[in-house]
């Protein structure tokens, strides 16, 4: 049996030459242990159609032919192609080519350093690790270089050519390098998009990526549908992410942890595993399953199933407005038994339009909370 090395190497020598594929200098490789091309029989590659600047190819799997998407070919890089998998945005193989470095404490970072590498995939493939952040790839010495550090477009730098540079990308707040502190991170979607997100490195369990928080009531959270669709608030305080991009993160990110604070200083905490909410056609219905916790009720899985709703958005089951009667927006059934966006105020007494969370603490049935946090990984 080829190790993996060997098999990427025999089968790029294979594949029809010309240019390698790159959208935006992204650098696309998949995942490690052979799942690069695996099961495709040599020589199945087809180009569909060719253009200019972009190019679709197929794999022939069998008698099925699968399209792939349309690529912009980088011409000014060594012919081949690199991106022939369609799982390339699995976990820590996403690199971003890097046009202009300043090299001059880069070597400070420098982990492994491989001479007679054929390309600049091959090289990528060195860079699997965790400790790796980024990878240089050397064409007149096929030497492949690799940092302990990501790469930083440098403005004003000098574009190498002769060195290639690749800087790993984070698509989830499970990569930001461990050890990091807990902050805003720039994060790179599996749909191509950039957003800031605020990565919880503390938190049991973590990283977490945070979706809600409340603390100080700073922030009003009774919202209507369009503010709670694009989300609102400050990251670094209180906010609400936006369901457009909790439905594209719950995509693949699954597991949903709650933590609450009451004013009397209790602390708790709910965590369900298969964390979903739909498109917004479908009102950005909320699924999940129980996973574990400390609180007395279940309180969350009350609403799995049901539609988001907001005061001017009625998707409830009640003959009532749910998100009016309880001063909120959350996915109310006949109501609920949760209201973790409802009004921030001090505890003076059970009151379903505040923030809630059914008999925490126990020994209450709706008190306001202090705070509460939604957390997803
Ligand atoms: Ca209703």
């Not at 190790?3 to 992204?26: C, D, I, M, W």
């Not at 491989?114 to 690790?129: E, R």
């Amino acid at each position: 049996m080829f190790p993996t090395f060997l098999r990427l190497q025999a089968l790029e020598q294979s594949l029809p030459a010309s240019g390698y594929v790159n959208a935006k200098h992204r650098l696309q490789t998949c995942s490690p242990n052979g799942h690069f091309l695996r099961n495709v029989p040599l020589g199945s590659l087809v180009v569909e159609t060719l253009g200019v600047e972009t190019m679709k190819f197929a794999f022939e799997l069998g008698n099925k032919r699968r399209l792939m998407s349309s690529h912009t070919l980088d011409t000014t890089s060594p012919s081949l192609w690199t991106n022939l998998c369609d799982d390339v945005a699995s976990k820590n193989r996403i690199f971003t080519r890097v046009l202009r470095v300043a090299t001059n404490d880069l070597d400070m970072y420098k982990l492994d350093s491989n001479d007679g590498v054929m390309n600049q995939g091959l090289c990528s493939t060195f860079c699997k690790s965790d400790e790796c952040r980024a990878f240089s790839y050397t064409t007149s010495e096929k030497r492949c270089d690799t940092y302990s550090r990501e790469i930083d477009e440098e403005g004003t730098a000098n574009v190498s050519v002769s060195t290639l540079y690749f800087s790993k990308e984070t698509s989830s707040c499970s990569e930001v390098k461990s050890g990091s502190p807990s902050g805003l991170y720039l994060i790179y979607t599996k749909e191509g998009k950039h957003v800031s997100l605020f990565c919880d490195m503390d938190t049991a369990e973590g990283p977490w990526t945070v979706i809600q928080r409340r603390n100080s009531g700073n922030v009003d959270f009774y919202r209507n549908w369009t503010e709670y669709k694009n989300g609102f608030g400050d990251l670094n305080t209180e906010f609400w992410i936006g369901n457009d991009l909790l439905h594209l993160l719950t995509s693949t990110i699954s597991t949903l942890r709650i933590e609450l604070g009451a004013w009397d200083g209790t602390r708790g905490y709910a965590q369900y595993k298969k964390f979903q909410v739909a498109n917004e056609a479908q009102n950005y219905r909320l699924s999940l399953q129980t996973s574990s916790g400390n609180v007395s009720v279940d309180a969350l899985m009350f609403g799995n199933g049901a539609d988001f709703s907001t005061y001017d958005r009625d998707n409830d089951k009640s003959s009532h407005r749910c998100a009016q009667k309880f001063h909120g927006a959350w996915w109310y059934k006949n109501c609920g038994i949760s209201n973790l966006n409802g009004r921030y105020q001090l505890d003076s007494g059970d009151d379903i339009s505040a923030m809630t969370w059914k008999e925490f603490p126990s020994t209450r049935n709706r008190a306001p909370l202090m705070s509460s946090t939604l957390l997803i990984k």
